[in-house]
């Protein structure tokens, strides 16, 4: 993560500049020894908690849960955060420059609070998300079982009148594709990376419209004998389909609630981020110019 990497290079430099401290002698770089030793101890051990919180972070998503690191933020790194906040701010640095820098830290302190709390926000308005969508997800993952059971369905059919199949072979391409594409855009639709709004938008004028005309078409081919089974397992297929778009409208009507907030959370938490990676260059570069001053 970037709050992780800003971490260590402001790490780095603090012992560069206690390395150059101890070459030269003198007050100055005596007193950025002690303040070295009083800072570099927090600095340790957020750097290890941040190591964890992007370990849960990236198996979250993997696993699509985010149970763990929604307690991570609560039981550790929040008190972690409000405990270097008071220590930060209990510390003396001696000198101009030294205080100078140190108000760099306790800007961060108090920005890396505030982005967890907004992480923390975002965490739970997903949790009640998923709360909300539990039915229709559910729902969802028993047709998209159905859909698949009819598109196998389809294959024995195929075989059994060929001939007939082939004229249906782009057909069943597409619906095929369709079919993958839908249960895409309603996993996106899910995760909170594409609205509700434009799911429906896109299933009402683009995919139902084909779906329709697609079933009219098969139904209005002369199939008799062994093709009136393919025909009917095609059509089968479509409505699986058209089953599962109807099924999502429930996930879209339980989403839209939350992607409001989610979304002003989301810019929050980014805004953040960019406004705490920014202190910390600050901080870093003040760090290296006292550093090139000591020597």
Same mark, same amino acid.
């Given at each position: 993560?970037?709050?992780?990497? &800003?971490?260590?290079?402001?790490? %780095? /430099?603090?012992? #560069?500049?206690? !390395? @150059?401290?101890?070459? $030269?002698? =003198?007050?100055?770089?005596?007193?950025?020894?002690?303040?070295?030793?009083?800072?570099?101890?927090?600095?340790?051990?957020?750097?290890?908690?941040?190591?964890?919180?992007?370990?849960?972070?990236?198996?979250?998503?993997?696993?699509?849960?985010?149970?763990?690191?929604?307690?991570?933020?609560?039981?550790?790194?929040?008190?972690?955060?409000?405990?270097?906040?008071?220590?930060?701010?209990?510390?003396?640095?001696?000198?101009?420059?030294?205080?100078?820098?140190?108000?760099?830290?306790?800007?961060?302190?108090?920005?890396?609070?505030?982005?967890?709390?907004?992480?923390?926000?975002?965490?739970?308005?997903?949790?009640?998300?998923?709360?909300?969508?539990?039915?229709?997800?559910?729902?969802?993952?028993?047709?998209?079982?159905? &859909?698949?059971?009819?598109?196998? %369905? /389809?294959?024995? #059919?195929?075989? !059994? @009148?060929?001939?007939? $199949?082939? =004229?249906?072979?782009?057909?069943?391409?597409?619906?095929?594709?369709?079919?993958?594409?839908?249960?895409?855009?309603?996993?996106?639709?899910?995760?909170?990376?594409?609205?509700?709004?434009?799911?429906?938008?896109?299933?009402?004028?683009?995919?139902?419209?084909?779906?329709?005309?697609?079933?009219?078409?098969?139904?209005?081919?002369?199939?008799?004998?062994?093709?009136?089974?393919?025909?009917?397992?095609?059509?089968?297929?479509?409505?699986?389909?058209?089953?599962?778009?109807?099924?999502?409208?429930?996930?879209?009507?339980?989403?839209?609630?939350?992607?409001?907030?989610?979304?002003?959370?989301?810019?929050?938490?980014?805004?953040?981020?960019?406004?705490?990676?920014?202190?910390?260059?600050?901080?870093?570069?003040?760090?290296?110019?006292?550093?090139?001053?000591?020597?």
């Amino acid at each position: 993560m970037r709050i992780h990497a &800003a971490l260590l290079a402001s790490l %780095a /430099i603090l012992f #560069a500049v206690l !390395a @150059a401290a101890h070459c $030269g002698g =003198g007050e100055a770089k005596a007193a950025f020894e002690r303040y070295d030793l009083a800072v570099s101890p927090l600095l340790e051990e957020e750097d290890q908690a941040y190591r964890q919180f992007a370990e849960l972070t990236a198996d979250a998503v993997h696993f699509d849960s985010m149970d763990r690191v929604e307690a991570f933020i609560r039981d550790r790194l929040q008190p972690l955060n409000a405990k270097v906040a008071v220590k930060v701010g209990e510390i003396k640095p001696e000198g101009e420059d030294l205080t100078r820098i140190h108000g760099f830290l306790i800007r961060y302190a108090t920005l890396r609070g505030e982005y967890l709390s907004a992480f923390a926000d975002i965490l739970s308005i997903n949790r009640q998300s998923r709360a909300a969508t539990q039915p229709a997800r559910e729902r969802l993952g028993e047709l998209t079982k159905v &859909a698949g059971e009819k598109v196998q %369905a /389809i294959q024995p #059919a195929f075989v !059994a @009148a060929p001939e007939f $199949g082939e =004229g249906l072979r782009e057909t069943l391409t597409q619906l095929v594709a369709t079919a993958q594409r839908v249960q895409e855009k309603i996993a996106e639709m899910d995760r909170g990376t594409y609205l509700s709004s434009q799911y429906l938008k896109a299933v009402d004028t683009q995919v139902l419209p084909w779906l329709r005309k697609t079933k009219k078409d098969v139904q209005s081919l002369g199939a008799t004998g062994s093709a009136l089974d393919l025909q009917a397992a095609v059509i089968g297929y479509i409505a699986a389909i058209e089953d599962l778009i109807a099924a999502s409208r429930k996930l879209a009507e339980a989403r839209a609630p939350f992607e409001k907030s989610e979304a002003g959370s989301q810019r929050r938490v980014k805004s953040l981020q960019e406004e705490t990676d920014r202190t910390l260059q600050v901080f870093r570069e003040e760090a290296r110019s006292y550093r090139n001053r000591l020597r």
